[in-house]
């Protein structure tokens, strides 16, 4: 038979050692999740460039990910208990794979990139079509029929993404509520919430890999090794640029199908952290797993709508959904849009804003999960305790996210839409009326809808070298260099270069300080996320936890994580001074925003919600004075238990180590 002391030690390293795997495996699921969501949240900017639609179809497709997540999530955190955890969260990491997979399938669907121009490398640069000619007439220029864009195949291709961005939703859908109560089932409670901690760190390492692989596709050009890129006229700072995006999705589909291998190993079910311990009590918690198990098989829906009126009658638990629903409305917007936000705000490229995002942001937020998952564990926090230290660092980090509106830059100078041709700034270019021609450029006959900006020595864009006056080009490519500009009053010779007018080394600085502040106010919200998280597992109920779980994450997704990028990108929208132009004449993305607006959506409207989110904290926190929360009980329950299999445990080994008499032999048996 063997020692049972040798035999119970050996399980007992074996149940240690597969709760290790399966914390690991899962930490490798959480990075490749957040590996692909984070890389799709940076390339939001692209697709919307690439296939020339408005911020509110692009709120739509990163909402798609969310719409795939709700439509299971009910069924997978209730049902999904009651089957095999590990290998439902595997096969979601290869769903997520092929949606990730069907994103990047319009790039080998579409021809070449063409993005707005009045300068064609293919045509004979002599001619200077593209500059001002007096003697050239309107009627000899095409005029678009807007009916030939949904003849073009290409117009909605945007379609594949939205699909794939919902199967990758659908496949995310099983990874938290069911990793997260495997691990609430299995681990010590004492455990738990390092346990998470560490899910949460490999969560923000995954985004780390994600903005640094972003920052590098955004960097090369979407039609490489097709196109010649000498012969482009824009760089990567140019609002129509368009970087590889769809090489970076073909590396997420492989890591999230590489991550789900591990889970299709591993059991469904463990004994608790610390009780496998002992021979006897390991076998009679494996029988009442079975037991329980036949019991849950028999009826599997019985218990639902009780717990779902259990939980909804549950007042904490429903101020927490409402405090996370306001919340996530704001730090969704907040994430969803900041790389456009800070492009647009400080003039730099989405590759340099993504790799500032990554190297300022990310490494405070997983330091700030370490530490507050150490922390809880070392003082074991009290459900009412850990919930005043939540309020406390949200609250100062709201305070702190206030100062953002400090470091600002104005409005990009282009004439006729922030600058007069006087060189007078327009005051609310939104409510004014557009005058893109002057005396200096309406002898030329130039297009007035088309964007292709000059910067003038004088310190102002114009959208194009006609409408600038300029009546002589030299160079090739982005070196070209347009002469003899007429509505370009300077001390030099009236040129223009290609692209914007760079912004000024203040506005560099400005973006330094946001970085600094951002650098901040991740550490203390990491910090306070851990704590705020615990109240949700601990105010409801052990048998609720999985459902209780899933409910949280459908609400948000239903009030928050949908319509929050739809509505905003809708209201970005309204701030756009100048739309794009297809070549059938229908508009296309926004090229020039009124910035000022942008900002006072961007930050004014997330500050809103979040502070509107204290009221109901305070209701919690008031109730949690007056209640006792249904886990307060179980541990004490759980405790109790702990202790007295400790004590007969100690007796029987110290009738091992001791001469049996009858009395130890019946004492054993009895044992």
């Avoid at 590098?216 to 129509?240: E, H, K, M």
């Avoid at 098989?297 to 909804?312: A, H, N, Q, V």
């Avoid at 109240?535 to 052990?542: A, G, N, T, Y």
């Avoid at 919690?620 to 929360?629: E, G, H, M, P, V």
Wanted: with cysteine; charged share 15%.
């Amino acid at each position: 038979m063997g020692d049972p002391g040798k035999r119970v030690a050996t399980h007992g390293v074996t149940c240690f050692s597969k709760m290790k795997m399966f914390l690991l495996a899962l930490t490798m699921a959480y990075l490749a999740k957040a590996l692909s969501g984070v890389y799709m949240v940076s390339m939001l900017t692209q697709i919307e460039r690439q296939f020339n639609i408005p911020t509110s179809i692009v709120g739509f497709i990163n909402g798609s990910f969310e719409i795939g997540n709700l439509l299971l999530i009910i069924f997978v955190s209730y049902f999904g208990s009651k089957l095999h955890r590990p290998i439902m969260i595997g096969a979601g990491c290869v769903v997520m794979g092929l949606g990730c997979f069907l994103i990047s399938v319009p790039h080998f669907l579409m021809g070449r990139y063409e993005y707005e121009k009045t300068i064609s490398p293919s045509s004979n640069l002599s001619s200077n079509s593209f500059l001002c000619l007096k003697n050239r007439s309107q009627t000899l220029m095409p005029t678009p029929d807007p009916g030939d864009c949904e003849k073009e195949i290409k117009s909605l291709m945007w379609i594949y993404v939205l699909v794939g961005n919902l199967i990758r939703g659908i496949g995310e859908t099983p990874i938290v509520p069911l990793g997260i109560s495997y691990i609430e089932d299995f681990a010590k409670s004492e455990n738990s919430p390092l346990y998470i901690g560490i899910l949460e760190a490999g969560k923000i390492a995954g985004p780390m890999i994600g903005l640094l692989l972003a920052s590098f596709c955004a960097n090369i050009y979407v039609d490489i090794g097709s196109v010649n890129t000498g012969d482009l006229t824009i760089t990567p700072t140019d609002t129509r640029w368009v970087g590889a995006w769809w090489v970076g999705f073909l590396i997420c589909a492989g890591v999230n199908i590489l991550t789900s291998i591990p889970f299709f190993f591993l059991p469904n079910k463990l004994p608790k952290e610390g009780l496998e311990d002992n021979a006897d009590v390991t076998t009679s918690d494996k029988e009442k797993h079975q037991g329980k198990a036949r019991k849950e098989k028999r009826g599997i829906t019985k218990d639902f709508f009780p717990f779902m009126k259990s939980l909804f009658s549950n007042p904490i638990y429903v101020l927490f959904v409402l405090v996370s629903v306001l919340q996530i409305n704001s730090f969704t917007t907040t994430f969803v849009f900041l790389p456009k936000y800070l492009e647009l705000q400080y003039g730099k490229s989405t590759a340099e804003i993504v790799f500032l995002i990554g190297i300022y942001n990310l490494p405070p937020v997983i330091t700030g999960y370490l530490i507050g998952g150490l922390v809880m564990k070392k003082f074991k926090f009290t459900v009412k305790k850990a919930a005043y230290v939540a309020f406390c660092l949200s609250l100062t980090e709201w305070l702190l996210f206030l100062l953002n509106f400090m470091w600002t830059c104005d409005n990009f100078p282009v004439a006729g839409l922030t600058t007069s041709y006087e060189h007078e700034r327009i005051q609310q270019p939104l409510y004014v009326e557009k005058k893109i021609l002057a005396n200096c450029n309406t002898r030329c006959n130039c297009l007035t809808k088309t964007w292709d900006p000059v910067c003038g020595d004088n310190g102002i864009a114009y959208m194009s070298a006609c409408l600038a006056g300029c009546e002589k080009s030299v160079g090739t490519g982005i070196n070209m260099v347009f002469q003899n500009c007429s509505c370009i009053q300077s001390s030099g010779n009236s040129s223009a270069v290609l692209g914007l007018c760079k912004k000024g080394p203040d506005c560099t600085i400005k973006l330094h300080y946001f970085f600094i502040m951002v650098v901040i106010c991740s550490f203390i919200y990491s910090l306070a996320a851990l704590p705020g998280y615990m109240v949700l597992l601990r105010c409801i109920k052990s048998e609720e936890k999985s459902l209780g779980v899933g409910l949280h994450a459908f609400f948000i997704r239903v009030f928050a994580g949908i319509p929050a990028p739809i509505y905003f990108g809708a209201l970005i929208d309204r701030t756009c001074l100048h739309w794009g132009n297809q070549k059938c004449g229908k508009p296309g993305a926004c090229r020039m925003y009124d910035i000022n607006y942008f900002r006072s959506i961007f930050i004014g409207l997330p500050a809103a919600l979040r502070g509107s989110s204290f009221l109901p904290t305070i209701c919690i926190l008031i109730l949690l004075r007056k209640f006792q929360l249904p886990e307060e009980t179980d541990s004490s329950e759980t405790e109790f238990t702990e202790m007295k299999l400790t004590e007969k445990k100690s007796e029987y080994m110290d009738m091992q180590r001791s001469p049996e008499s009858d009395n130890d032999r019946e004492l054993k048996t009895r044992l």
